[in-house]
Nanobody, 121 residues
Framework: QVRLVESGGGLVQAGGSLRLSCAAS????????TAWFRQAPGKEREFVVW??????SYRDSVLGRFLISRDNAKNTVYLQLNRLKPEDTAVYYC????????????????WGQGTQVTVSS
């Protein structure tokens, strides 16, 4: 059973940075397509970025500000959030699946519990 655990969220002022972590057990990230999603209050969960076989794809609104990376030794995926804006406020979720990456929630089988990111103006 694949288990994902996120950490690293918090409260930050606009323009600040945070680094989110997603640690996996039960599988190695090198065999998985991995993604980050986020869900703001009252809104649907939305795609942020995916990583698969060294390829990445970012949501337009975070391109150039967010960066996904992976530490194979720690079996952990990171999401570096830079130049944060109030509209980035959301619960951020790590997700994974075997096979090709996707952009929709329903394509991912494994999910973490989420970590809250709050950006104050």
């Amino acid at each position: 059973q694949v288990r994902l655990v996120e950490s690293g969220g918090g409260l930050v002022q606009a323009g600040g940075s945070l680094r989110l972590s997603c640690a996996a057990s039960g599988a190695t990230f090198s065999n998985l397509a991995t993604a980050w999603f986020r869900q703001a209050p009252g809104k649907e969960r939305e795609f942020v970025v995916w990583w698969s076989d060294g390829r990445t794809s970012y949501r337009d609104s975070v391109l150039g500000r967010f960066l996904i990376s992976r530490d194979n030794a720690k079996n952990t995926v990171y999401l570096q959030l830079n130049r944060l804006k109030p509209e980035d406020t959301a619960v951020y979720y790590c997700a994974a699946r075997y096979g090709s990456p996707g952009f929709s929630v329903r394509e991912y089988r494994y999910w973490g519990q989420g970590t809250q990111v709050t950006v104050s103006s």
